[in-house]
T-cell receptor, first 113, second 114 residues
Framework: GAGVSQSPSNKVTEKGKDVELRCDPI?????LYWYRQSLGQGLEFLIY????????KSGLPSDRFSAERTGGSVSTLTIQRTQQEDSAVYLC???????????FGPGTRLTVL | LAKTTQPISMDSYEGQEVNITCSHN???????ITWYQQFPSQGPRFIIQ???TKVTNEVASLFIPADRKSSTLSLPRVSLSDTAVYYC???????????????FGSGTRLLVRP
């Protein structure tokens, strides 16, 4: 596709359930980013993948959050035992090898009941 | 960490020039300064990026003083459709490293009135 895609666009889950959010970056982009945005707030950086290097996971808010990037392309953000405070829009972005400009996906709106 | 500070909100009128300043006192030598625009229910969209001095593209200009501790996004002749949140972004470290952390400012809500 032409841009970054994310799925699902919306996810409603019950407290305590696990969720998986998917990001498909732009083809050829080696860097991939995950952010979280709560209602009316700015973006909170979560994690960054560069190529096949191991990411720095220290931006993840708790050990219930994990992220993987398979084959240097698709990424999955997993939230275990979801809590109500996890409700937010989760944004993914990717960038090319030569410029740090990021292209954002439409986001996944997560609602934890 | 390179932290950014922006005004929370700004008001303007159609046709005016708008200047939004971002402070980033701890910017690192190899950091770029990037500005993004975000409309409700959408992901941020890249506006402009610079390292020093002045950068201009078809939609905006970016002014960066010599000490790089601040930057100013200039939007010429704004229209109603420029009403959005504008974010200043400075990286922390070398963006080619997996330990790179990106710091978005709190964002500036720009309201353009008719």
């Amino acid at each position: 596709g032409a841009g970054v895609s994310q799925s699902p666009s919306n996810k409603v889950t019950e407290k305590g359930k696990d969720v998986e959010l998917r990001c498909d970056p732009i083809s050829g982009h080696t860097a991939l980013y995950w952010y979280r945005q709560s209602l009316g707030q700015g973006l909170e950086f979560l994690i960054y993948f560069q190529g096949n290097s191991a990411p720095d996971k220290s931006g993840l808010p708790s050990d219930r959050f994990s992220a993987e990037r398979t084959g240097g392309s698709v990424s999955t953000l997993t939230i275990q035992r979801t809590q109500q405070e996890d409700s937010a829009v989760y944004l993914c972005a990717s960038s090319s090898p030569v410029r740090p400009e990021q292209f954002f996906g439409p986001g996944t709106r997560l609602t934890v009941l | 960490l390179a932290k950014t500070t922006q005004p929370i909100s700004m008001d303007s009128y159609e046709g005016q020039e708008v200047n939004i300043t971002c402070s980033h006192n701890n910017i690192a030598t190899n950091d770029y300064i990037t500005w993004y625009q975000q409309f409700p229910s959408q992901g941020p969209r890249f506006i402009i990026q610079g390292y020093k001095t002045k950068v201009t593209n078809e939609v905006a200009s970016l002014f960066i003083p010599a000490d790089r501790k601040s930057s100013t996004l200039s939007l010429p002749r704004v229209s109603l459709s420029d009403t959005a949140v504008y974010y200043c972004l400075v990286g922390d470290g070398d963006w080619m490293d997996s330990s790179y952390k990106l710091i978005f400012g709190s964002g500036t809500r720009l309201l353009v009135r008719p």
